[in-house]
């Protein structure tokens, strides 16, 4: 299905409303998407290979990039064409909490032929992304998932603006998705780590730059579980955004991107390689899988420009609350649970190493159990009716958490309806000013973050590992 199918009614109701905001200076106009999240089928190996049976959003792998402007409303009808409840969260935007998308904990479920209508202004420009929260495991396991990117009023100067959503998927020999969701001994490893990664819903294919050409680039994990480091060979990427949020232009110490689920990197690279040559872009998170994700293809066009484009590179500040840090409570959140480590598994499991623990014996475990916990407590599945928050956060006020990894595992800790400070890790700053939604926490680390509780209700706070949070590794915080 083609991007057409993607209603965007507010078109003319946008051009007239804008006519009028010159004129009487307010009144934004509003745009509206509809979104059917159902059954469909996808080429997710290429042409030559068989059509996968996926869940998607209007028919779109990934789902349709929703544009935003920031600052003006948006309403979003989400018509549910699956044989089950579902919900959508809006990752990372900062919203009512009636429109965060956690079934029994902000919105009733949107049952099989219903709809919901979402609406919603959202305050910051940057990447984020949409996906259910109801089955998340199969939900988003089956391919629901789509960027939402909020625009910039001016945007910093490049010669392309590209999205990479990439996505992981375990398929069977027939390339249909493998069943077997919700395996305890997953959820108490690494989750469930696919087979195949795609890159906009395809096989990747190379990228097709031009020598001297300045590129933005916007990366989104959308998979279960799958960590990516990436790295690209020959080229130095400056990272400008993380979870959408702005920070001080850095490139990474090592040249390594660590993006793990629902984490976002908008970066800028200038195409400093030679005409005709080609660069790999390789991901090697887990020890011994590492693979080629795609590569930079240089035309035999000369370059560009002679010099990288003199430009700035740092990104117009978003509304953020700054958490004032003396006067700040202070939280601390540990972290429990999941099979201990073992020397080869550090990093994420491999599948030898889950065979030798199918053998060493998890046959107790059931799905849906609690493997993990935060402070003691576990609240499994995706969001439900009556979860107690496990604090009440004092609404206004800036709350400094300190968050602990006390498990062989790594984890992306993500807050819902907030981007927080992140601070430090185990003592040491975190330069460049950055602001997450998502925090990777390798095993046994301490991160430390801050943010201005200034949003009432009941937020999430969980990996977003699928496996980890619908196995315990989730909890509520409440601001009052
Ligand atoms: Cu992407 Cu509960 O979140
Ligand atoms: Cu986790």
Known sequence: ????????????LAVAAAGLKTIAGNAAPTTEYRIGPAPGRARLKGSDAPE?????????????????????????LVENGLGEDT??????????????????????????????????????????WYHPHANSLQQLGRGLAGALIVEEAEPIEVDRDLLWVLGDWRLDTEGQIAPGFGSPMEAAMSGRV???????????????????????????????ARIMALRFEGHRPV???????????????????LLAPAMRLDLVIDMQGEPGKRYAIRDDFYEGLGYELTSFAYSSQPPLRENPLDASLRLPGNPLPRPDLQSATRHELLLEGGMPGMN????????????K???????????????????GTAMTG???????????????QSHFVTLRNRTAWWHPMHLHGFSFRVLSRNGAAVPHNQWADTVLMAPDDSVDIAFVADNPGDWMLHCHITDHQTAGLMTVLRVE
Not at 357 to 375: D, E, L, R
């Open 1 to 12: 299905m083609s991007r057409r199918a993607l209603l965007r009614v507010g078109a003319c």
């Open 52 to 76: 996968t049976a996926v869940w998607s959003y209007n028919g779109q792998i990934p789902g349709p990039e929703i544009r935003l402007r920031q600052g003006e409303p948006v309403r979003i």
């Open 87 to 128: 919900t959508v969260h809006w990752h990372g935007i900062r919203l009512p909490n009636a429109m965060d998308g956690v079934p029994g904990l902000t919105q009733p479920p949107i049952r099989p032929g219903e709809s919901f209508l979402y609406e919603f202004t959202p305050p910051d420009a940057g990447t984020f």
């Open 194 to 224: 696919g087979n195949t990664v795609t890159l906009n819903g395809a096989a990747p294919a190379d990228l097709e730059v031009r020598a001297g050409e300045r590129i933005r680039l916007r990366l989104v994990n959308t998979s279960l």
């Open 239 to 257: 990272v400008v955004a993380v979870d959408g949020q702005p920070c001080d232009p850095y490139e990474p110490a090592d040249g390594r991107l």
């Open 344 to 355: 080869n598994m550090q990093g994420g499991a491999g599948m030898q190493g889950m065979a």
């Open 357 to 375: 623990m199918m053998s060493g014996g998890m046959g107790g475990m059931k799905h849906g159990q609690a493997v993990w916990s935060i402070n």
């Open 382 to 396: 995706d969001g439900h009716a009556g979860m107690q928050p496990l604090v009440t956060l004092a609404r206004g």
